[in-house]
């Protein structure tokens, strides 16, 4: 069975790839909806959340295309996570109610992918899976973060952001000049939370970008110059290099 798996993996190698591309294209489209938001000072808690949606797109592309696991634990995440997003499609098809019939049709994909997994001994049941590298896992995306971008505290900030915690929009951008309801106002990103977002997204863009070329073996120096000179610019320190 295991041989069986590594011989499949060259025929999923496109759909990781595939995978890791939509989540780097999808990183790309928030990273400038977040450049884009800060041009007008008012969109503070705009700007936070496309920072936020770019981490988590940036933390999937790497997921899918990092080399220092083997295939067979890339094809597992890669299962892993469209059984899991397929779920998310039920629950939606249902709170439709008018498409809830269509839920059915999911649960069939679901069926068929589980199916196809268990073929290759890949199973979240750990004693049905062929081995712990075939172990389908139901990931978190705050784990996905903390475990390919190490930016857990900037991504359970923005979070707090973008659930609209008091303590969070005070800290970013909500200026109080005193007591009561008429204190609240002055709606501008606050210096320091500035350069932390814009780190935060060169770091993580930068990051996606140059594991999904290692995955495909193609010349990187183009994205190192540019983290290089990201670095010269103050939007990255010397901790960051991770190139």
């Known amino acids: 069975m295991a041989e069986d798996c590594i011989s499949q993996s060259a025929k999923y190698?496109?759909?990781?790839y595939c995978m890791s591309i939509q989540c780097l294209v999808c990183a790309v489209d928030h990273f400038y909806g977040a450049?884009?938001?800060?041009?007008?000072p008012s969109n503070v808690y705009a700007a936070c959340t496309c920072t936020?949606?770019?981490?988590?797109?940036?933390a999937l592309a790497i997921y899918f295309s990092d080399t220092s696991v083997s295939p067979i634990q890339r094809m597992a995440r890669q299962y892993s996570w469209r059984i899991n997003g397929l779920s998310q499609a039920t629950s939606t098809l249902f709170a439709l109610e008018d498409r809830a019939?269509?839920?059915e049709l999911v649960h069939e994909r679901i069926a068929q992918i589980t199916a196809e997994a268990a073929s290759f001994g890949f199973h979240f049941d750990k004693a049905l899976?062929?081995?712990p590298e075939?172990?389908?896992?139901?990931?978190?995306?705050?784990?996905?973060?903390?475990?390919?971008l190490r930016m857990e505290a900037n991504y359970r900030i923005l979070s707090a952001v973008a659930h609209s915690h008091n303590w969070a929009l005070i800290q970013v951008g909500m200026n109080i000049s005193g007591e009561?309801?008429?204190s609240f106002g002055n709606l501008t990103v606050k210096p320091e939370y500035f350069s932390f977002n814009l780190r935060t997204l060169v770091r993580s863009i930068g990051l996606a970008n140059l594991t999904v070329s290692h995955y495909r073996?193609?010349?990187?120096?183009v994205i190192v110059n540019c983290l290089e000179q990201a670095t010269r610019a103050g939007l990255l320190v010397e901790a960051d290099q991770f190139w």
């Open 180 to 182: 009561g309801a008429q």
């Open 129 to 131: 899976a062929a081995s």
């Open 134 to 148: 075939h172990r389908l896992r139901k990931m978190k995306i705050t784990e996905l973060v903390k475990s390919q």
């Open 101 to 103: 019939g269509d839920a």
């Open 52 to 58: 936020r949606g770019c981490l988590e797109a940036s």
């Open 13 to 16: 190698l496109p759909l990781n």
């Open 35 to 40: 450049l884009k938001a800060y041009s007008f």
């Open 217 to 221: 073996d193609a010349d990187t120096r």
